[in-house]
């Protein structure tokens, strides 16, 4: 009877816990993203163990009702035997899964170092060709100014040339004029 109990326990227990998982199976606006397949996948595992335990146990309890004292008792040790087993695989998968976590963890951080790093050489190397673009554009200026004062002084040669070329012209005009 106290098995039964326990059963029923179970059973109700799971149904609360399919019922309350359909509603977070996959979400409309994000229907098959890793997350949601993995707690799928994971959700359908739970429900497979929990429904082969569920017959396990009821066979169990089928065999039990003709058991005698001594062998409730032996059937109890194999029970608190598996159970021992079970909580210590479990506190392997949970030790196994904090391990994953935490290697999870140092992965992203060394690709985050390194993405940083490669940041910092790019921005180095941003400063260098903006300097250097600086210095090239200060020699461009210098050069054309340069130039243009060459120029400058050229035409202020050929200024004064052709002043003095229509300086002599008008005075030859002037003497075939008087002359």
Do not use: F, W
Request: hydrophobic fraction near 30%; aromatic fraction near 0%.
């Amino acid at each position: 009877n106290n098995n039964n109990n326990n059963n029923n326990n179970i059973n109700n227990n799971s149904n609360h816990s399919n019922n309350t998982n359909n509603h977070n199976n996959v979400s409309p606006e994000c229907p098959d993203t890793p997350n949601t397949l993995l707690h799928n996948t994971t959700r359908a595992a739970i429900d497979t163990a929990l429904a082969s335990e569920r017959t396990r146990t009821h066979a169990l309890e089928a065999n039990e009702t003709d058991y005698t004292s001594s062998e409730l008792r032996i059937a109890l040790r194999k029970e608190r035997s598996r159970s021992s087993r079970l909580a210590a695989e479990l506190a392997g998968l949970r030790s196994a899964a904090v391990a994953g976590q935490a290697e999870a963890e140092v992965r992203e951080e060394g690709r985050i170092n390194s993405l940083m790093r490669k940041l910092d050489g790019l921005q180095k190397e941003k400063g260098r060709i903006i300097v250097e673009l600086e210095r090239e554009e200060e020699m461009l200026t210098n050069t054309l100014q340069k130039k243009l004062s060459t120029v400058r002084k050229e035409k202020a040669v050929l200024e004064k040339q052709i002043e003095k070329e229509r300086k002599v012209e008008r005075e030859r005009k002037v003497e075939r004029k008087a002359g």
